[in-house]
């Protein structure tokens, strides 16, 4: 169990222009917890985690992280403190290199070269085989090694919390595996983590504890063992 609440959502009401699409949802997320996000296409999953990023505005509600309000505030002021969030889909930049699209990812405003290679080093631990790639055009790599990419691009700002889009999106079993011991490794080193995956028993397998979402509401919610 957490001791420290790293995200607190509350009464949060969202949509897209006059579309309603999420409906009074409430969410925590410990600290060093992964939680994960399940539901039917078009629950709305996504779109919780682009309004908790800032890419999406609140409508009403409040989304505390780390002791902070940060409902409606800038998407590169959330990620300064500490809230990274990789989408679905990768959103790599194919046509840069691997060490470019990292470090897109550093968000630390002139940051010397020891510091960038520290962050790099950061991410090899969790990511080696990037560490052999890093002249590598992006667009070249597996679709796995991609989401690796995407992951140690949201690594780079060093967050608190991360939250994960259907990162095992059309990658092969094997690299599902990869990706979720990845996912675990980061949990252990303290990081938080709100995933949003289609995968339910692989990912519930992982979690802590689980909200299921329908038609822009939390239907239910408890531990991953249980709902599992
Ligand atoms: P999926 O797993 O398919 O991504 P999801 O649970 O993440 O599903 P969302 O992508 O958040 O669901 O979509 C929730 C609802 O919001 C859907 O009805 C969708 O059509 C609608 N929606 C998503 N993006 C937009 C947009 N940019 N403009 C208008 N409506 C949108």
Redesign the pocket.
Known sequence: MWHQLMLKIENLFAG?GR?Q?LKDINIEVGKGEIVCLV?A???????LLKVISGIVATAQGRITFHDQEIANHKPDQIVRMGLSHVP?GRQIFGDLTVRQNLMRGSYVDKVKKEEMERLFNFVFDFFPILKTRLTQKAGTMSGGEQQMLAIGRGLMSQPKLLLLD?PSLGLAPLMVETILKVIQNLCSTGISILL?E?NVNAALQISDRAYV?ETGSIVTHGKARELM
């Open positions: 897209y579309v699409v539901g296409n078009g629950a709305g999953k996504s779109t679905e259907e949003v289609q979402m």
